[in-house]
């Protein structure tokens, strides 16, 4: 790979790492038993040998330069380590490289194999893999898996910067606490000397993307931890040496893992990178990150298809009238969600856990509305939540052991979640993913996760009561990459409560995921145009009509214009005895179209994503949210201009599209009045648009196309 240099050298004595990924540079060394950051750029230079050999700037004794952290056996092992060996393997994605420095514990029986992932793009990945060369079980009780300095002050005062005024450093993540806040992405001024931010409780919409900015020099550092459970990231500014520094990595109550003696175990990954240029520059890096090498590659003959998906709602033929209703309108694929499960029709949720048919499907069950679906020329796809285990369920009254406890007591009663580092739970579960995508034939598949388990079950191992999240993400992991591996030409969906488990865990095994189950306006493109900040419009994935109300809350155009930013699921389409001849529907089918049509091309080969509102989150007052998709090669794009406020003064956004190639005439349609009009590049990049809306919660959506010469 041209794009990709890994060395190992010695610099001063010190055995060294050096990567090279794109633009970024990336050196470590073990210097007097601890494994520390040397010196990273992200510009592509190697820093001169003499500069080298006197880095790092910082006492490793007094500042925090450790690239990783590890307490086992109550233990500190930031220190005390021998370099064994360093080599190179392919990565276990297609077109990456990693690189492994192999560190002993002197005191400790601990070997820890360091591996950082390249894939040619600015952003490197990095895990550990941690084994117990002893003869007892270690207990892992805390890891932070990346760790170190992201920048350190020491730019000349005569810079145009007021520090008096601004802080040096920024912190960007998701203030997501509950439900319906997925994409509430906010900064904060890193001015105290420690902030810590810490999803625990069970808090599955807090997902682990942050973005540190320098204010001085304008770079942006991308970190993501790939982990969907409880997670702790820390940012400290040293004020006296004006050093900004973090730690991330998975949280919980120790042990959060017990390794037994010759056993291996892997953390989770990080994946960081820094870039230069404005915000939607270093998100298209990041996204190259992703596209190239974390989430999986679409199957060849499902880029992007527009769905509709509805709870089996009524007994029998039901299902299959919404199916026609589908067809008729002109989606490309058709889900049965939850309810088609279980001995009895009814209150599905309360039978999770039994992923039998039930017999008040129409005849033939299952397979006869596949059958259906595809005789209607679409993709068929199913819901499941193969994690959880409902008492109600008669896989619970068989094996109520299966059920995760919170405290050993054998009273839980609040976790409705199968334990899957009970081995047969955990082959049970791999089971029934395997058969419903396999039996069924799907085209596409679901799974959900509604559960919440604030500090995680427990499990007697070796003396220790272990906390069982490390273990059931290895389970769910390891299925969905058996998964991919087997069944290469399904697409995967994942959902949880919505937007929950987002993170690049549950993404690197998932083909798109679920913006939110509050899907209605403004909430729905205001989180779209937020969590595209770090993952790729065209895998997320919107609910459409989710809420009984949605439609209430803005006019049709907008209410259906937000189906074009992400990949769109129409829950139904009103009554089954409904006249689909109206307004209603004949907009419906239009927009419809146009995701299919002039926005498929787009949305399906890689995005380039403008935010002209980036940093409006979901909550905090705001006049416009406007987010734009061009193609790569700048021949087409939309926006959309959605009105938030109600501020009369601020009627007119003056709207300069991004994705324009000066040099060429474009033609250019207003969709709310349908005029179509030509104007050069230069023009509508540099003098722009004047879009004048009035009422708030009101929209225009802007199509351009080149013209050809």
Same mark, same amino acid.
């Given at each position: /790979?041209?794009?990709?240099?890994? /060395?190992?050298?010695? $610099?001063?004595?010190?055995?060294?790492?050096?990567?090279v990924?794109?633009?970024?540079?990336?050196?470590?060394c073990?210097?007097?038993?601890?494994?520390?950051?040397?010196?990273r750029?992200?510009?592509?230079?190697?820093?001169?040998?003499?500069?080298l050999?006197?880095l790092?700037?910082?006492?490793?004794?007094?500042h925090?330069?450790?690239?990783?952290?590890?307490v086992?056996?109550?233990?500190s092992?930031?220190?005390?380590?021998?370099?064994?060996?360093?080599?190179?393997?392919?990565?276990?994605c297609? *077109?990456?490289?990693e690189?492994?420095?192999?560190?002993?514990? +002197?005191?400790?029986?601990?070997?820890?194999?360091?591996v950082?992932?390249?894939?040619?793009?600015?952003?490197?990945?990095?895990?550990?893999?941690?084994?117990n060369?002893?003869?007892t #079980?270690?207990?892992?009780? !805390?890891?932070s898996?990346?760790?170190?300095?992201?920048?350190?002050?020491?730019? #000349?005062?005569?810079?145009?910067?007021?520090?008096?005024?601004?802080?040096?450093?920024s912190?960007?993540?998701?203030?997501s606490?509950?439900?319906g806040?997925?994409g509430n992405?906010?900064?904060?001024?890193?001015?105290?000397?420690?902030?810590?931010?810490?999803?625990?409780?069970?808090?599955?919409?807090y997902?682990?993307?942050?973005?540190?900015?320098?204010?001085?020099?304008?770079?942006?550092?991308?970190?993501a931890?790939?982990? &969907?459970?409880?997670?702790?990231?820390? %940012?400290?500014?040293?004020r006296?040496n004006?050093?900004l520094?973090?730690n991330?990595?998975?949280?919980?109550?120790?042990?959060?893992r017990v390794?037994?003696? *010759?056993?291996?175990?892997?953390?989770?990954?990080?994946h960081?990178?820094?870039?230069?240029?404005?915000?939607?520059?270093?998100?298209?890096?990041?996204y190259?990150?992703?596209r190239?090498s974390?989430?999986?590659?679409?199957?060849?003959?499902?880029?992007?298809?527009?769905?509709?998906?509805?709870?089996?709602?009524?007994?029998?033929?039901?299902?299959?009238r919404?199916?026609?209703?589908?067809?008729?309108?002109?989606?490309?694929?058709?889900?049965?969600?939850?309810?088609?499960?279980?001995?009895?029709?009814?209150?599905?949720?309360k039978?999770?856990?039994?992923?039998?048919?039930?017999?008040?499907?129409?005849?033939?069950?299952?397979?006869?509305?596949?059958?259906?679906?595809?005789?209607?020329?679409?993709?068929?796809?199913?819901?499941?939540?193969?994690?959880?285990?409902?008492?109600?369920?008669? $896989?619970? +009254?068989?094996?109520?052991?299966?059920?995760?406890?919170?405290?050993?007591? *054998?009273?839980?009663?609040?976790?409705?979640?199968?334990?899957?580092?009970?081995?047969?739970a955990a082959k049970?579960?791999?089971?029934v993913?395997?058969r419903?995508?396999?039996?069924?034939?799907?085209?596409f598949?679901?799974?959900?996760?509604?559960?919440?388990?604030?500090?995680?079950?427990l499990?007697?191992r070796?003396?220790?009561?272990e906390?069982?999240?490390?273990r059931?993400?290895?389970?769910?992991?390891?299925?969905?990459?058996?998964?991919? +591996?087997e069944?290469?030409?399904?697409?995967?969906?994942?959902?949880?409560?919505?937007?929950?488990?987002?993170?690049?865990g549950?993404? &690197?095994r %998932? !083909?798109?995921?679920?913006q939110?189950? %509050?899907?209605y306006f #403004?909430?729905?493109?205001?989180?779209?145009?937020a969590?595209?900040?770090?993952?790729? #419009?065209?895998?997320?994935?919107y609910?459409h009509? !989710?809420?009984?109300?949605?439609?209430?809350?803005?006019?049709?155009?907008? !209410?259906?214009?937000?189906?074009?930013?992400?990949?769109?699921?129409y829950?139904?389409?009103?009554?089954?005895?409904?006249?689909?001849?109206?307004?209603?529907?004949?907009?419906?089918?239009?927009?419809i179209?146009?995701?299919?049509?002039?926005?498929?091309?787009?949305?399906?080969?890689?995005?380039?994503?403008?935010h002209? $509102?980036?940093?409006?989150?979901?909550?905090?007052?705001?006049?416009?949210?406007?987010?734009?998709?061009?193609?790569?090669?700048?021949?087409?794009?939309?926006?959309?201009l959605?009105?938030?406020?109600?501020?009369?003064?601020?009627?007119?956004?003056?709207?300069?599209?991004?994705?324009?190639?000066c &040099?060429?005439?474009?033609?250019?349609?207003?969709?709310?009045?349908g005029?179509?009009?030509?104007?050069? *590049?230069?023009?509508?990049?540099? +003098?722009?648009?004047?879009?004048l809306i009035?009422?708030?919660?009101?929209?225009?959506?802007?199509?351009?196309s080149a013209?050809?010469?």
């Open positions: /790979m041209d794009n990709v240099k890994i /060395m190992f050298y010695k $610099t001063k004595g010190r055995d060294t790492a050096r990567y990924s794109g633009t970024t540079v990336y050196e470590e073990l210097q007097n038993g601890r494994f520390i950051q040397l010196f750029s992200s510009s592509g230079q190697v820093q001169r040998e003499n500069v050999d006197n790092p700037a910082y006492d490793p004794l007094k925090p330069i450790n690239t990783f952290n590890l086992i056996d109550g233990q092992l930031h220190n005390q380590w021998s370099w064994i060996e360093s080599f190179k393997r392919p990565g276990k297609e *077109g990456t490289e690189a492994v420095v192999k560190l002993a514990h +002197k005191i400790r029986p601990i070997t820890v194999n360091v950082t992932c390249l894939d040619g793009t600015a952003v490197l990945t990095r895990y550990l893999e941690i084994t060369t002893g003869s #079980p270690a207990a892992l009780s !805390h890891i898996v990346l760790s170190g300095i992201l920048w350190q002050d020491k730019y #000349p005062f005569e810079l145009p910067f007021d520090r008096s005024q601004k802080s040096t450093f912190l960007g993540y998701f203030r606490q509950v439900q806040e997925e992405f906010v900064w904060q001024p890193l001015t105290s000397e420690i902030y810590r931010i810490e999803k625990s409780r069970g808090n599955m919409f997902n682990p993307y942050f973005i540190v900015k320098n204010e001085i020099i304008g770079e942006y550092f991308f970190i931890l790939a982990w &969907s459970e409880n997670y702790g990231a820390e %940012f400290a500014l040293d006296v004006k050093i520094s973090f991330i990595g998975p949280e919980g109550p120790a042990p959060l390794i037994a003696p *010759g056993e291996t175990v892997y953390s989770p990954k990080v960081f990178g820094a870039m230069r240029g404005n915000i939607d520059r270093a998100t298209d890096i990041w190259q990150h992703l190239s974390v989430i999986p590659r679409r199957p060849e003959n499902k880029k992007m298809y527009t769905i509709a998906g509805r709870v089996v709602e009524k007994p029998g033929d039901w299902i299959l919404e199916i026609d209703i589908a067809a008729e309108m002109g989606v490309e694929a058709f889900m049965v969600d939850a309810g088609w499960y279980g001995k009895e029709f009814g209150e599905w949720w039978l999770r856990g039994d992923w039998f048919e039930g017999d008040f499907l129409p005849a033939g069950g299952i397979k006869a509305i596949r059958d259906y679906v595809h005789s209607k020329g679409m993709l068929f796809g199913m819901w499941i939540e193969p994690e959880c285990l409902m008492e109600g369920s008669e $896989t619970f +009254k068989k094996h109520p052991e299966w059920k995760l406890e919170s405290d050993l007591s *054998g009273h839980t009663d609040h976790y409705n979640l199968i334990n899957l580092a009970n081995p047969e049970h579960v791999e089971e993913i395997m419903v995508i396999g039996e069924y034939q799907l085209d598949y679901k799974t959900d996760y509604n559960q919440r388990v604030p500090e995680g079950g499990n007697l070796d003396g220790y009561a906390n069982e999240a490390w059931h993400y290895e389970v769910i992991y390891g299925i969905y990459d058996r998964v991919l +591996k069944f290469p030409g399904i697409a995967l969906e994942s959902c949880a409560s919505g937007g929950g488990r987002l993170d690049l549950i993404m &690197s %998932f !083909h798109y995921g679920c939110s189950d %509050f899907s #403004p909430r729905s493109i205001r989180s779209i145009n969590l595209t900040l770090f993952i790729p #419009p065209e895998s997320l994935c609910y009509n !989710h809420f009984p109300f949605a439609h209430e809350m803005t006019d049709l155009d907008t !209410h259906l214009r937000v189906t074009l930013f992400a990949i769109p699921i829950v139904g389409f009103g009554a089954q005895n409904a006249e689909r001849t109206g307004i209603y529907y004949e907009k419906t089918r239009k927009y179209e146009l995701a299919k049509g002039f926005c498929r091309p787009i949305m399906a080969n890689h995005p380039v994503v403008y002209h $509102t980036p940093y409006i989150g979901v909550d905090v007052p705001a006049e416009w949210c406007v987010l734009e998709y061009a193609s790569k090669d700048r021949k087409m794009g939309y926006v959309g959605f009105r938030l406020g109600a501020d009369q003064n601020k009627n007119e956004y003056i709207l300069k599209p991004r994705g324009i190639d &040099s060429r005439k474009y033609n250019v349609t207003m969709d709310n009045n005029v179509t009009f030509t104007i050069s *590049g230069a023009d509508l990049k540099n +003098k722009g648009l004047s879009i009035e009422n708030s919660y009101t929209s225009e959506l802007i199509l351009y013209v050809d010469e």
